[in-house]
């Protein structure tokens, strides 16, 4: 997963606000800050896969439209209803 430079800003304010001065945050070593922007970037929702064709870099909005309107391997996939 690709990370945004807005989840990132977001993840090193919440070190600098909340990260100890060893640069723990709430228990979880700096070395781990990769797994944390993994997470932020998750939450803010941008950045998403689509898991038919592989394109990524949508919001939810974004998924839903491009899976609706553009993506070929979803829209030739069998409708189970």
């Known amino acids: 997963m690709a990370i945004s430079e807005r989840a990132k800003e977001i993840t090193d304010n919440i070190y600098t606000a909340y990260g100890s001065g060893t640069g723990v945050l709430f228990g979880i070593p700096s070395a781990f800050r990769e797994g944390v922007r993994a997470i932020v970037q998750s939450a803010i929702g941008e950045g998403v896969k689509c898991?038919?064709?592989?394109?990524?870099?949508?919001?939810?909005?974004?998924?839903?439209?491009?899976?609706?309107?553009?993506?070929?391997?979803?829209?030739?996939?069998?409708?189970?209803?």
């Open 51 to 81: 898991p038919f064709c592989g394109e990524d870099g949508f919001d939810f909005k974004g998924l839903k439209y491009h899976l609706t309107c553009y993506c070929e391997v979803y829209q030739d996939t069998e409708d189970l209803c």
